[in-house]
């Protein structure tokens, strides 16, 4: 079964720090891999998308890395603000007989304090 | 509009009402997503379109749930007979070219 599994759960971190958040997942075929950020109360933002020859990408404060030979992925936020509080979600793109579908992970909730 | 337009926000459902959750996807795009994504989890699919062919509705959870998109623009998912365990938020998506999609901010259904 097609599956993304994200940890932590959740996480709790100073105004400025760094923080990694991991996704691994099983997913076959593989397409791409994405990062979305979603607020509360809002849909997901796209962070960044890897194909499988990818191995980092970034956006910003935001860097993304995919193994695609042991299947993880990791997104590293550098410096965080207290805007980054939110969901990450990790999101695989495979594909079906309709097409293309999004596996998504259920998200780690980081929180930023000051 | 610039993005993915989702009405209304909030909806309050008795258990047993039926409703009907509307979405504008960005003019032109071919694709449309709904996704429903219950409180702590990650979205999970519900259903897709190609224009107005609804391609995939395998992820609909039972036959009350209802989509449709008659004129390959906007996008109405009905619930009838709605239960507490169809409370949570849903998701519209589209997407010009399958490769990147825009989220609407959703639908919250609260069913009581």
């Known amino acids: 079964k097609n599956q993304v599994e994200q940890s932590p759960q959740s996480l709790i971190i100073l105004e400025g720090k760094n923080c990694t958040l991991q996704?691994?997942?099983?997913?076959?075929?593989?397409?791409?891999l994405r990062w979305y950020k979603q607020d509360t109360g809002r849909g997901p933002v796209s962070l960044t998308i890897m194909t499988f020859s990818e191995n980092t990408k970034s956006n910003g404060r935001y860097t993304a890395t995919l193994d695609a030979d042991t299947k993880q992925s990791s997104l590293h936020i550098t410096a965080s603000q207290l805007s980054d509080s939110a969901s990450y979600i990790c999101v695989v793109t495979t594909f079906n007989q309709a097409g293309t579908a999004l596996i998504f992970g259920k998200g780690t909730t980081l929180s930023v304090s000051s | 509009g610039a993005g993915v337009s989702q009405s209304p926000r909030y909806k309050v459902a008795k258990r047993g009402q039926d409703v009907a959750l509307r979405c504008d996807p960005i003019s032109g795009h071919v694709s449309l997503f709904w996704y429903q994504q219950a409180l702590g989890q990650g979205p999970e699919f519900l259903t897709y379109?190609?224009?107005?062919?609804?391609?995939?509705k395998s992820g609909l959870p039972s036959d009350r749930f209802f989509a449709e998109r008659p004129e390959g623009s906007v996008s109405t998912l009905k619930i009838q007979r709605t239960q507490q365990e169809d409370s949570a938020v849903y998701l519209c998506?589209?997407?010009?070219?399958?490769?990147?999609?825009?989220f609407g901010s959703g639908t919250r259904l609260t069913v009581v």
């Open positions: 996704c691994n997942y099983t997913v076959s075929p593989f397409s791409n």
């Open positions: 998506a589209s997407s010009e070219d399958n490769y990147g999609y825009t």
């Open positions: 379109f190609q224009n107005e062919a609804q391609l995939d």
